[in-house]
């Protein structure tokens, strides 16, 4: 199983990116989906999530507002539009799955995790 995740780089503050996170060997349209993003030095930190069908999204109280999470179930594929950047956002984004449909915020909860993108926002 592989979750690839794509759309990073460099973006000046109050630009925007959108990530992508594409699966592949199986689909992953019965489970919750999420982002997480890891600064140097810093623990891995939740960002959103979204359940199966999207009928739930969750936001870190850090990005509520600026960042949107959305699913293409047909593509596999799972986004993560970030608007109104700041340099604090700069962190190396990952995408997981989860366990299960809901969408949780515990990283416990998320047993597929891809490789990441990294994401800089110079001030």
Same mark, same amino acid.
């Given at each position: 199983?592989?979750?690839?995740a794509?759309g990073?780089?460099l973006? =000046?503050a109050? $630009?925007?990116l *959108?990530?992508?996170? +594409? ?9 919750g989906? %999420?982002w997480f993003r =890891?600064a140097p $030095?810093k623990? *891995?930190?939740?960002v +959103?999530t979204?359940?199966w069908?999207?009928f739930?999204t969750?936001? %870190?109280d850090s990005?509520k ?7 293409d179930d +047909?593509?596999?594929t ?14 190396l ?5 989860a366990? +299960?449909?809901?969408?949780p915020?515990?990283r416990e909860e ?5 490789q990441g993108t990294?994401v800089?926002v110079?001030?």
């Amino acid at each position: 199983v592989q979750l690839q995740a794509s759309g990073g780089g460099l973006v =000046q503050a109050g $630009g925007s990116l *959108r990530l992508s996170c +594409a699966a592949s060997r199986r689909t992953f349209s019965n489970n919750g989906m %999420a982002w997480f993003r =890891q600064a140097p $030095g810093k623990e *891995r930190e939740f960002v +959103a999530t979204i359940s199966w069908r999207g009928f739930s999204t969750y936001y %870190a109280d850090s990005v509520k507002g600026r960042f949107t999470i959305s699913r293409d179930d +047909a593509k596999n594929t799972v986004y993560l539009q970030m608007n109104s950047l700041k340099p604090e956002d700069t962190a190396l984004y990952l995408c997981a799955a989860a366990r +299960a449909a809901a969408a949780p915020i515990q990283r416990e909860e998320y047993n597929y995790w891809g490789q990441g993108t990294l994401v800089t926002v110079s001030s």
